[in-house]
């Protein structure tokens, strides 16, 4: 299995434009989960999917922040405008168990906005 | 605030020693997990224990669970300069609904 795979893998972009990052999760699992990562916040958990469907996206920081699962194997998380407090590591992460479950994390997506 | 809190912040030993790092949480759980991240990777899950044990095991990982105490420890048995990486545990708390993961411990096995 290829696991969790995020797109791109580095993203350099400047402040006000629109930044869109992809995940494929792994297949067969019906939940998916956008976190951040900076030094000062930690891993913050942005929002999850089950089943394609938003459950929790309270840690969505704003409504700069959008996220979409049209289909089973694909989900994109949208920053736009973008600014340079958003500047992160974003991983997509899938579990087939449920929410509190093992999840499986992509390799990231690090994110700078000048 | 954060759900679950390692200590160690930092943890620095020689190869072939034991690494020993705990967790404390404030909110009962259904389970406990520790993950690893190398430097510039995701996370990769190591371990996942349940309210109902006490101890696991895994090659030579070790964690350990006290739900009285709120607290949780992942012992490294002989260390490797492989495992240098940051430890994080997540708690899975009653109701939450998610994984709320800690700060992390950064662990350097000198070689």
């Known amino acids: 299995d290829a696991g969790v795979i995020q797109s791109p893998r580095h993203e350099v972009t400047e402040m006000g434009q629109e930044v869109t990052l992809r995940c494929k999760p792994i297949?067969?699992?019906?939940?998916l989960f956008w976190y951040r990562q900076t030094m000062m916040r930690g891993l913050e958990l942005l929002i999850y999917?089950?089943?394609?469907?938003?459950?929790?996206d309270s840690g969505m920081p704003e409504d700069r922040f959008s996220a979409k699962m049209p289909n089973a194997s694909f989900s994109t998380l949208k920053i736009q405008p973008s600014e340079p407090r958003d500047s992160a590591v974003y991983f997509c992460?899938?579990?087939?168990?449920?929410?509190?479950?093992?999840?499986?994390f992509g390799p990231g997506t690090r994110l700078l906005v000048l | 605030s954060q759900q679950g809190e390692e200590d160690p912040q930092a943890l620095s030993i020689q190869e072939g020693e034991n690494a020993t790092m705990n967790c404390s949480y404030k909110?009962?759980?259904?389970?406990l997990q520790w993950y690893r991240q190398n430097s510039g990777r995701g996370l990769v899950h190591l371990i996942l224990?349940?309210?109902?044990?006490r101890e696991k095991h895994s090659g030579r990982l070790r964690v350990t669970l006290d739900t009285s105490k709120k607290s949780s420890s992942l012992l490294i048995t002989a260390s490797r300069a492989a495992d240098t990486a940051s430890y994080f545990c997540a708690t899975d708390a009653t109701g939450a609904q998610k994984l709320v993961f800690g700060q992390g411990t950064r662990l350097t096995i000198n070689p």
């Open positions: 999917f089950n089943n394609n469907v938003p459950i929790d």
């Open positions: 224990i349940r309210s109902n044990e």
């Open positions: 297949s067969g699992h019906n939940s």
């Open positions: 992460a899938s579990s087939f168990l449920g929410v509190g479950e093992t999840q499986y």
């Open positions: 909110t009962s759980i259904n389970n």
